[in-house]
């Protein structure tokens, strides 16, 4: 049974940091594409970041110089890095892993983050 569980959320204050993780087990996470993805009240799941399983990375114009997607294949982590936050990133974040031979997408259940002005 694949299973992603999202870390690292909170409050934090406009232009602080903070670092999400994406735990994974249950699957080859290695070769895995990436995607970090987030949802504000009232608002529609957009794609923040992404990593391919070679270490390819695209990021959402917004987050861009902001943000830092990574993955740690040996800990069958990824990682995105939230810099210069501001309120406008408040949201959860979720990440999903994408199994691209099956076209399966596998869900984390959420990380709140929340940005102060």
């Known amino acids: 049974q694949v299973q992603l569980v999202e870390s690292g959320g909170g409050l934090v204050q406009a232009g602080g940091s903070l670092r999400l993780s994406c735990a994974a087990s249950?699957?080859?996470?290695?070769?895995?594409?990436i995607g970090w993805y987030r949802q504000a009240p009232g608002k529609e799941r957009e794609l923040v970041a992404t990593?391919?399983?070679?270490?390819?990375?695209t990021y959402a114009d917004s987050v861009k110089g902001r943000f830092t997607i990574s993955r740690d294949n040996a800990k069958n982590t990824a990682y995105l890095q939230m810099n210069s936050l501001k309120p406008e990133d408040t949201a959860v974040y979720y990440c999903?892993?994408?199994?691209?031979?099956?076209?399966?997408?596998?869900w984390g259940q959420g990380t709140q983050v929340t940005v102060s002005s």
């Open positions: 249950g699957t080859t996470f290695s070769n895995r594409f």
């Open positions: 990593i391919s399983s070679g270490g390819t990375t």
């Open positions: 999903k892993a994408r199994n691209i031979a099956l076209l399966l997408d596998y």
